[in-house]
C-alpha cells in the first residue's frame, strides 16, 4: 500500500509542494533549536563572566572548569540520541519520543533559570536525556512520511534543516541579547518558554499524521529484532566490548568535570609505566578506544571484501569528523570568550546606525518570511489542528514583540554594544545564503569527490582560524580581558570561512552513512558517526578551556594556531587519500 493512499488526508494537505504536516515538524523543530541554542550560546559566558565589576555578573568560572562541563554537555548530546532511537524503535514510536523528549527539555530549561549550581546541573541532565528522545526521532518521522516518495525526500529535509537554522539563529540572537542586556534568567528561560510551546504545537497537532510515527506493533518489533540478529549476531565477546568501552567512555566524560569543578577523581590520576608518569585518564580512554577499535574491525571483517572496503572508508571520515569538530565547536567555548574579552564590539555614531539597519534586516526579512509559511500553514490545516496553529501564533507574537522592542531599543540608543552571542548568529546566516549555491555546486559537473569535500572543508576550516590568528596578533603574551581588543571583522570573517567549510563536509558524511553502509549495520554505524562527533565536542571544549592558560604563556594568535594547523594538516591528508579512499568506496560516489 503506497503512503499516499495510507494517509489520503496527510498528502492532500500540502503547502510549498509537500505535506502541511512536514511543516509542523519543521516549527517543531525550529523551537527546539531555538532552546538549544539559546541556552548553548550563554552557558559559557555566563559561567565565565566576572561576580562583580561587571553590568550582568556570573559565577566567575574559569575557562577550563566552564569547557569542562560544556564539553561532557555536548559530548552526552551526541550519544543519548542512540539510546532514545533504540527505545522509539522498539517502545513508544517516534511521536511519544518526540513529546517526551521536548517534555523533559523544556523542564531543563526551567531549571537552568534559576541560577543555582545544583539546578545547573540538574537542568543540564534533563537536556540531555530529553534530547536523546527527541533528536533521532524527528528525522525518523520525516522517514516514515516519505518512505513510498523518496524523489521527495530530499527537498523535504532541506526545508527541515532551514527550519533547524532558523531556529538556532533567532535562539541566539533573541535569548542572547535578553541575558546580556537584561539578566541571565530571562534569557535561559526564553529558551524555555519557546520549548514548551513548541511541545504543545506538536503534541496539538497530532490529528494531522494518522499513524505515521505511532508507538510500533509487537508483531513488527519482534520481526526487526529478529531479522537484525539474523543478518550480524553479535558475539558475546561484541556484547563485552560494547559493554567495556561504554563504561570506560562513561568514566571518562564525567571524570573531566568531576575532577576539575569538584576534585573527585573516578579515575586513576596517573599510571606509572617504567618509571615514566602517564596521567590516568588519558591511559584510561586510549585502552577503551583500543577496545572500540577491536570491536569494529572484528565486526567489519565477517563481511565480504566490497562491503569491508567500503566500511573501512566511512571510518576514515569518521576519523577525520573528529578533528573538524574539534575546531568547529571552538564556536560555543573559546570564540565566545574572545569575543567578549578581546573584540572591540563598542558602537556609536555612523556605525551604529549602519549595524543597526543592517541588523534589522537580517532579522526582519527571515521573520516575515517564515511567518508567511505559517499563515500558509494555518490556512491548510485550520480545521484539523486549529489549537495547534493557535499556539504557532502566540510563538510569533511573542518573537515579533522581542524583536521589534529589540530593534526599537538599539535604534533609540546614542551608544551601544554588540552583544557577543551576535557573532554566534552569523553560522546560520551564512548558511541560510550559501546552502543553495554549495547543493547546484554538488549537482554539477563539477562535483568533487567525498574525500575533496571533506579536505576542502578541513582546509577552510583551518584558513578560518587563520584569519584569526592574524587578527589577534596585536593582543600581546599575557593581555588581560577587556586591556587589549580588535576589530570585529576578523570574527566576521572567520564564521564564514567556518561556515563555508562545515557546508563542505557536514552534509557529506551522514550521507554516506547510507551510501557505504549495509543495511544490518547501518544503526551501528551511526552510532559510531556519532561518537566522533561526540568526542569533537569534548576535545573542542577541553582545548578551549584552556585559552586562558596559553594567552598566559604564549598569546592568542598561538592559540589560534594550533585550530589553524590541525584541520590544515588534517585536510591535506585525506586529499592525499583520495585515490585510496576512491577504490575503497568501489564506485560509491
Not at 523551537?31 to 541556552?39: L, V
Not at 543478518?231 to 568501552?245: A, G, M, Q, V, Y
Not at 598569546?555 to 594550533?562: A, E, Q, R
Request: with cysteine; glycine share 10%.
Amino acid at each position: 500500500m503506497s503512503t499516499e493512499s495510507a494517509n489520503p488526508d496527510f498528502f492532500k494537505s500540502k503547502v510549498l509542494g509537500h505535506p502541511s504536516g512536514l511543516f509542523v515538524l519543521f516549527f517543531t523543530e525550529m523551537w527546539e533549536r531555538f532552546s538549544f541554542y539559546g541556552m548553548r550560546v550563554l552557558l559559557v559566558n555566563f559561567l565565565t563572566m566576572a561576580v562583580a565589576g561587571v553590568a550582568m555578573p556570573g559565577w566567575g568560572w574559569s575557562s577550563e572548569n566552564a569547557g569542562a562541563l560544556f564539553g561532557t554537555y555536548a559530548g552526552l548530546l551526541y550519544l543519548t540520541p542512540i539510546l532514545g532511537g533504540m527505545i522509539a524503535d522498539r517502545f513508544i514510536g517516534y511521536r511519544w519520543a518526540v513529546v517526551v523528549g521536548a517534555g523533559i527539555m523544556t523542564l531543563g530549561h526551567a531549571a537552568m533559570a534559576i541560577e543555582t549550581e545544583f539546578m545547573l546541573y540538574f537542568g543540564l541532565a534533563l537536556l540531555v536525556i530529553g534530547t536523546g528522545f527527541f533528536k533521532p526521532n524527528m528525522t525518523s518521522i520525516i522517514s516514515e512520511m516519505y518512505k513510498d516518495l523518496p524523489e521527495k525526500k530530499d527537498g523535504a529535509y532541506t526545508i527541515f534543516y532551514m527550519g533547524v537554522n532558523a531556529g538556532a539563529f533567532f535562539g541566539m540572537m533573541l535569548c542572547g541579547y535578553l541575558a546580556e542586556k537584561v539578566g541571565w534568567s530571562w534569557g535561559f528561560g526564553l529558551a524555555g518558554i519557546f520549548m514548551l510551546l513548541g511541545t504543545l504545537q506538536f503534541w496539538m497537532a497530532k490529528p494531522l499524521f494518522g499513524t505515521i510515527g505511532e508507538v510500533p506493533k509487537k508483531e513488527k518489533r519482534e520481526a526487526a529484532a529478529a531479522a537484525a540478529e539474523k543478518r550480524n549476531p553479535f558475539t558475546t565477546l561484541d556484547k563485552i566490548l560494547i559493554l567495556l568501552t561504554s563504561v570506560i567512555g562513561v568514566l571518562f566524560i564525567f571524570n573531566d568535570p568531576l575532577s576539575k569543578i569538584g576534585n573527585i577523581n573516578i579515575l586513576p590520576q596517573e599510571f606509572i609505566v617504567s618509571k615514566e608518569t602517564l596521567a590516568g585518564p588519558l591511559v584510561v580512554i586510549l585502552i577503551g578506544l583500543v577496545l572500540f577499535l577491536f570491536l569494529i574491525v572484528g565486526r567489519i571483517l565477517r563481511y565480504d571484501r566490497i562491503v569491508r572496503d567500503r566500511m573501512f572508508a566511512f571510518i576514515v571520515f569518521a576519523f577525520f569528523t573528529v578533528f573538524f569538530w574539534m575546531s568547529f565547536e571552538q564556536a560555543a567555548t573559546s570564540l565566545v570568550l574572545f569575543a567578549r574579552d578581546f573584540t572591540d564590539r563598542a558602537l556609536d555614531g555612523n556605525s551604529l546606525v549602519i549595524f543597526n539597519t543592517v541588523n534589522a534586516l537580517l532579522t526582519i526579512i527571515p521573520l516575515g518570511i517564515i511567518t508567511w509559511v505559517l499563515v500558509l500553514l494555518f490556512k491548510q490545516t485550520k480545521s484539523v489542528i486549529l489549537k495547534s496553529n493557535i499556539t504557532l501564533f502566540v510563538c510569533f507574537g511573542l518573537m515579533w514583540g522581542i524583536v521589534l522592542w529589540m530593534l526599537y531599543r538599539e535604534f533609540t540608543s546614542e551608544n551601544s554594544e554588540v552583544t557577543v552571542s551576535w557573532f554566534s548568529t552569523l553560522n546560520s546566516f551564512f548558511i541560510i545564503v550559501f546552502a543553495s549555491l554549495y547543493t547546484k555546486w554538488w549537482d554539477s559537473k563539477y562535483n568533487p569527490s567525498a574525500a575533496v569535500k571533506y579536505g576542502l572543508g578541513l582546509i577552510i576550516m583551518g584558513l578560518g582560524f587563520a584569519v584569526l590568528a592574524y587578527g589577534s596578533s596585536a593582543i600581546p603574551q599575557g593581555a588581560v580581558a577587556g586591556t587589549v581588543r580588535v576589530s570585529m571583522i576578523w570574527l566576521i570573517l572567520a564564521y564564514l570561512l567556518h561556515t563555508l567549510g562545515e557546508l563542505c563536509l557536514a552534509p557529506v558524511g551522514l550521507s554516506y552513512v547510507s551510501k557505504l553502509v549495509p543495511g544490518r549495520m547501518i544503526a551501528f554505524m551511526f552510532g559510531m558517526w556519532y561518537l566522533a562527533i561526540a568526542i569533537g565536542n569534548k576535545l573542542a571544549a577541553s582545548v578551549g578551556g584552556m585559552i586562558d592558560d596559553i594567552v598566559r604563556d604564549y598569546d592568542m594568535s598561538t592559540f589560534f594556531l594550533i585550530f589553524t594547523f590541525v584541520p590544515l594538516v588534517a585536510g591535506g591528508i585525506v586529499i592525499l587519500l583520495n585515490p585510496v579512499l576512491k577504490k575503497l568506496m568501489h564506485g560509491v560516489k
